[in-house]
């Protein structure tokens, strides 16, 4: 994007002025990307502190000074500004005109990739990543994002040879890891015969591998991946993956899904206030274009993100229906969410094409007593300490070790505060995971969710 003199790159967490290099990083940088991404209105602090900073417990006066950081790198003046102008007791906003800015390309496979919504400062957080280690594992839920934003990252970079997608879910069958990736990177039948020779292929480059839905080969890839790095330091590995690989030197940052309403109480937010609606309502765009959000449906978007946690691709899911069914009627069966969320679009992996589909995929993945172990987690009310499910799964060895192995597959989330941590399940996941101990496939609407007799759950 381009304004005045400047140039901002959020993929490659650049600003620069007339061709030279402006120092801005950290949340200053992730501050003035939103705000430039949204010229000409009004940002509130709420937005800000929340996209930003992400749910944590900061002030406002965290802001001011990232704000001030901004500014102080535009040359800009708070009282007679012409780029971040505060508005009195609300926020901020962007003055300038901003245009689109269109960078030369590189070398290398990347798809075109839709622009990304609500996802500045993870884009900025993830690009620092890359710059400090070679090896960086983007984990989340599936259907949260992490492929777009690692291919949105990706596109920023400028490695002497490139950047590079490796599809590992689009492998051929019996195809080894050394073969998938030199295939994938035109490196030629004969690199892909052993590690050593991949390895020998890789040694002289400088690019960015982007290995993308790592999960259902991860113990493959965390045989090869140490001694890519050992052999190859021009190389940077960039993973996507609902589980990390847990090897030597590799940085993990976890992808929450998209923001919600920040005030709980809340019930009809501003559509634009937060990213899951930005979303919803750029899909439903695309199915009928032209829409903007009426006064009467703020209240069924917000109702909408948040039964359905934030989660990009259920949030797809639901727009693809608006068009037939309304915002009221959506909101209305989201209890069936299961037979509801099915329109996927046709070009995508069949894991994507439904939410039970995607969780079909991810609940296969995990080891038979990490399956039990969720079961069990699941009946407990949605919100639950640590203890609590340690008491849960007490005849189960080592259950430290399960939970934590749910976390990491981000079926279970932790969540701090102020007096003791908790951790619940994503509504979507619990249902899906109550269908599955009935035996019926995902939770039927109106069902009992919790098992207010078992002695562990009245304590929790």
């Known amino acids: 994007m381009a304004f005045g003199p400047f140039v901002l790159d959020v993929a490659q967490v650049s600003l620069s002025r007339d061709g030279e290099r402006v120092a801005l990083s950290g949340r200053p940088f992730s501050v003035l990307a939103l705000l430039v991404s949204r010229a000409g209105t009004v940002v509130d602090k709420g937005t800000l502190l929340d996209e930003v900073w992400g749910h944590r417990h900061v002030g406002e006066a965290v802001l001011k000074v990232a704000v001030n950081v901004a500014r102080a790198a535009l040359g800009d003046d708070a009282k007679a500004p012409h780029f971040i102008e505060t508005v009195p007791r609300c926020g901020y906003r962007f003055l300038a005109e901003v245009t689109e800015f269109t960078a030369s390309p590189v070398a290398g496979n990347l798809p075109r990739t839709p622009a990304l919504v609500g996802?500045?400062?993870?884009?900025?957080?993830?690009?620092?990543?890359?710059?400090?280690?070679?090896?960086?594992?983007?984990?989340?839920?599936?259907?949260?994002?992490?492929?777009?934003?690692?291919?949105?990252?990706?596109?920023?970079?400028?490695?002497?040879?490139?950047?590079?997608?490796v599809r590992l879910d689009a492998g051929r069958a019996g195809e080894n890891m050394a073969t998938c990736i030199a295939r994938a990177i035109r490196l030629g039948p004969d690199a892909g015969t052993s590690q050593q020779h991949l390895c020998r292929a890789l040694e002289s480059r400088h690019q960015l591998l982007v290995l993308d839905n790592a999960e259902h080969r991860l113990n493959e890839l965390a045989a090869l991946v140490p001694d890519l790095l050992r052999h190859c330091p021009g190389l940077r590995l960039l993973v996507t993956s609902q589980s990390p690989l847990r090897v030597s030197g590799e940085c993990v940052l976890p992808l929450a899904p998209l923001a919600l309403p920040q005030q709980v109480a809340d019930p009809a937010p501003l559509p634009q206030s937060y990213a899951a609606a930005r979303l919803f309502c750029e899909r439903v765009r695309q199915c009928c274009p032209g829409y903007q959000p009426a006064a009467a449906e703020h209240g069924d978007i917000a109702a909408i993100c948040r039964a359905l946690d934030g989660v990009p691709l259920a949030i797809e899911l639901a727009a693809a229906r608006v068009p037939l069914l309304g915002m009221a009627e959506i909101r209305r069966r989201l209890d069936q969410r299961f037979s509801l969320l099915t329109r996927g679009a046709r070009d995508v992996a069949a894991r994507q094409r439904s939410l039970s589909a995607a969780l079909d995929w991810t609940y296969g993945l995990l080891e038979a007593r990490e399956q039990s172990a969720l079961h069990v987690l699941a009946r407990l009310p949605s919100a639950f300490t640590l203890e609590a499910a340690e008491r849960a799964l007490a005849g189960e060895p080592a259950h430290l070790d399960l939970i934590e192995a749910l976390c990491e597959w981000s079926l279970v989330v932790v969540e701090p505060t102020d007096d003791v941590l908790r951790l619940r399940l994503f509504d979507s996941v619990r249902h899906y995971v109550l269908g599955r101990i009935e035996g019926n496939g995902p939770a039927k609407p109106g069902r009992e969710t919790t098992v207010t007799s078992a002695p562990y759950i009245q304590s929790a």
């Open 119 to 165: 996802r500045e400062a993870d884009a900025a957080c993830l690009h620092a990543l890359l710059d400090a280690n070679r090896l960086v594992t983007l984990r989340g839920l599936g259907g949260v994002g992490k492929t777009q934003l690692a291919l949105a990252v990706a596109a920023g970079r400028r490695e002497r040879d490139g950047a590079w997608l």
